[in-house]
């Protein structure tokens, strides 16, 4: 009987210790677009760009030992605003796979009231997503380590500039 509980006991701490190699990266990707709209222009503009996993050292490391993505959460920043005091943005998300299909639940809008005081006050906002959209993106991720967002936007007048940040923050799980 002793034998027996020793040899569960082992392959308990066995088991445990292998539990112990898994662990996560916190990564957020970040890009930005200027966005630049003369008097005499349209109000809006549209700009895409790709996260690429591989962007990221410790990621790429592990790259054979990815055992799936958490997307966290999309914000939005602005700086560098030069315009009109009253001026709001819309920003409207989406999400694209490798193929250029775009996946998920659709198109995310985001508004932002008062561009100057959102570029002074350097604050980032929350995009909401749907949970549909999550689980795309983050399959999008697991199959292909990459995902694109689009950006469509408008302003209210014109001449705007600025500078639009977005950040993904996601969790990458790893199991050597």
């Not at 549209?46 to 050292?57: E, M, P």
């Not at 490798?98 to 100057?116: F, K, R, Y």
């Not at 380590?145 to 007048?157: P, Q």
Request: proline residues 2%; charged residues 20%.
């Amino acid at each position: 009987m002793k034998r027996v509980f020793l040899l569960t006991l082992t392959i308990a701490a066995l088991y445990s210790c292998d539990k112990l190699l898994d662990f996560a990266i916190n990564h957020t990707f970040e890009d930005s677009y200027e966005v630049n709209l003369p008097a005499d222009s349209d109000t809006t503009y549209s700009q895409s760009f790709t996260f690429d996993a591989s962007d990221n050292q410790e990621i790429e490391d592990n790259i054979d030992h990815l055992n799936g993505y958490s997307l966290k959460s999309l914000k939005l920043s602005i700086s560098d605003y030069v315009g009109g005091d009253d001026v709001d943005g819309s920003f409207s998300f989406s999400f694209k796979n490798a193929a250029g299909n775009t996946i998920g639940d659709g198109v995310t809008t985001v508004t932002l009231e008062n561009l100057a005081g959102w570029s002074s006050s350097g604050d980032k906002t929350d995009v909401p997503l749907t949970q549909g959209t999550i689980d795309a993106v983050q399959n999008e991720l697991a199959a292909n380590n990459a995902v694109t967002v689009m950006i469509a936007g408008s302003v209210t007048e014109v001449p705007v500039q600025f500078t639009a940040h977005v950040f993904l923050e996601v969790e990458v799980n790893v199991s050597p």
